[in-house]
């Protein structure tokens, strides 16, 4: 597959999705250095702009490895960074890849992740020939639960006391969307 498959630039109505620059790092770190964006995540909110950097470079080196897709989302209105959203464990013999996503707080309920979420669906499917794509959230995270949902994808299921972070416990919930799911919304 062309290395360029992994470096795109999407278009939509009020969105622009491309790779990060190392000079995006002061803005991703305002965004993910937010505790109530990091709540559900994995990892402490981030405390540096090294953090950032360092994501900034890990993502390019496993896109130039063809391991997965992470893109900036800017607002087209005002050019300001809105957050990110990826496509990671790409396991390409099974054409599936997991789903990811995180904005900034003050872009929060306007729909962005609908959107960018919807381009970057119909690019995995089209473009790196996804069969199924998948996500795994907190079961406490209802944004992110309804995001999906509106993004046409399936509950299917619960993985119990997946993740032990600072000694808290949690469960996953699993979603998943086919490309066979929603033949109107592609193409
Ligand atoms: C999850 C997230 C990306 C959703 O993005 P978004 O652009 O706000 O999503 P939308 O605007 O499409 O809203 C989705 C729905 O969730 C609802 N919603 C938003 N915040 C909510 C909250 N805190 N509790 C319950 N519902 C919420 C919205 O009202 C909307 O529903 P509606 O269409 O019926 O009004 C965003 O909230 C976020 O970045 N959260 C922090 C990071 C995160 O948790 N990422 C997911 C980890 S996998």
Redesign the pocket.
């Known amino acids: 597959m062309s290395q360029d498959v992994f470096f795109p630039r999407v278009e939509t109505e009020r969105l622009i999705l491309k790779p990060l620059l190392p000079s995006d790092a002061p803005g991703l770190l305002a965004i993910f250095s937010d505790a109530?964006?990091?709540?559900?995540?994995n990892t402490a909110p981030w405390a540096d702009v090294q953090e950032a950097i360092a994501f900034i470079e890990k993502s390019n080196e496993s896109m130039r490895g063809q391991q997965s897709l992470v893109l900036g989302i800017w607002l087209r209105s005002t050019d300001e960074l809105a957050?990110k959203c990826m496509l990671f464990s790409y396991d390409k013999a099974s054409r599936r890849a997991e789903i990811?996503?995180?904005?900034a707080r003050s872009?929060?309920?306007?729909?962005?992740?609908?959107e960018a979420g919807e381009a970057l669906i119909q690019y995995g499917f089209d473009s790196l020939g996804l069969r199924r794509i998948e996500?795994?959230?907190?079961p406490a995270?209802?944004?992110?639960a309804?995001?999906l949902g509106?993004l046409g994808f399936s509950h299917e299921g619960l993985l119990r006391q997946r993740w032990e972070v600072n000694g808290v416990v949690s469960d996953s919930a699993i979603y998943g969307r086919l490309l066979s799911d929603h033949p109107a919304r592609h193409g």
């Not at 109530?36 to 995540?41: L, S």
């Not at 990811?100 to 904005?103: A, Q």
């Not at 996500?135 to 907190?138: G, H, R």
Request: aromatic share 16%.
């Open positions: 109530e964006v990091m709540r559900y995540w957050g990811g996503f995180g904005l872009c929060w309920g306007r729909g962005y992740i609908s996500a795994e959230i907190d995270n209802q944004a992110s309804k995001a509106k």
